[in-house]
């Protein structure tokens, strides 16, 4: 089976093209914003032109534009090629990075805008052992983290503890999607944003809440 996998939820703009567990051709650039420009010619450029039996695509926690153009790109792939599309949890597959080669418990901590960050516990078989949060350093000075710190906010995190972390600073990487178990797998590739958008519906600027009125 051919897999393309598509990873658009952070800074990183990453593609990979598999046979089987084999990646056969990639791409990954650090772009910071642009996702929206540079993903189909990645992928375009791909052998075949990244045309894949099943994609996998990454559903965050992280960029809300970032997550949404690449399930977007997913979709309309698996509409014109006939191929399943999955999405994944973008902390798993930073996690599963962040463990080889030796199976490890890890903390990921990756930036999350408004100076949180998105945090997460895994075991050392890779099953998430908390929900995705979005916290402020002095709310993830207060919890329980694995020794090993991965994620691009790993050594920012580290410095909040006394203990000595093993920090493994990095971004995720689609040619790391080989790794996730089809557990972490969902045939609902649909946003894990993890916090409340930052934007404001139009309709609710112009109508706002009565007094008294719950909030979400």
Known sequence: MRVLAIETASEACSVA?????????????????????????????????????????????????????????????????????????????????????????????MHGGHGEWFVQNFSASGNPQSDARSLRPD??????????????????????????????DMLPDARKAHLLHETRLTRDPTPMYGRAPDAVPQNRKQNPSPQGEAKT
């Open 17 to 109: 093209l598999f046979e089987g567990s084999d990646c056969i051709a990639h791409d990954h650039q650090v772009l910071g914003r642009g996702h929206a420009e540079a993903l189909v010619p990645m992928i375009a450029a791909l052998p075949d032109k990244g045309r894949a039996d099943r994609i996998l695509v990454s559903l965050g926690p992280g960029s809300f534009t970032g997550v949404r153009i690449g399930i977007a790109a997913a979709r309309a792939l698996g509409f014109a090629w006939g191929a399943e599309v999955l999405g994944y949890p973008t902390l798993a597959l930073v996690a599963m990075h962040g463990k080889q080669p030796e199976p490890s418990a890890v903390t990921v901590c």
């Open 139 to 168: 709310q993830i000075a207060t919890k329980d983290v694995h020794p090993i710190l991965v994620g691009n906010r790993a050594k920012e995190c580290s410095e909040l503890f006394r203990e000595e972390r093993v920090v493994l």
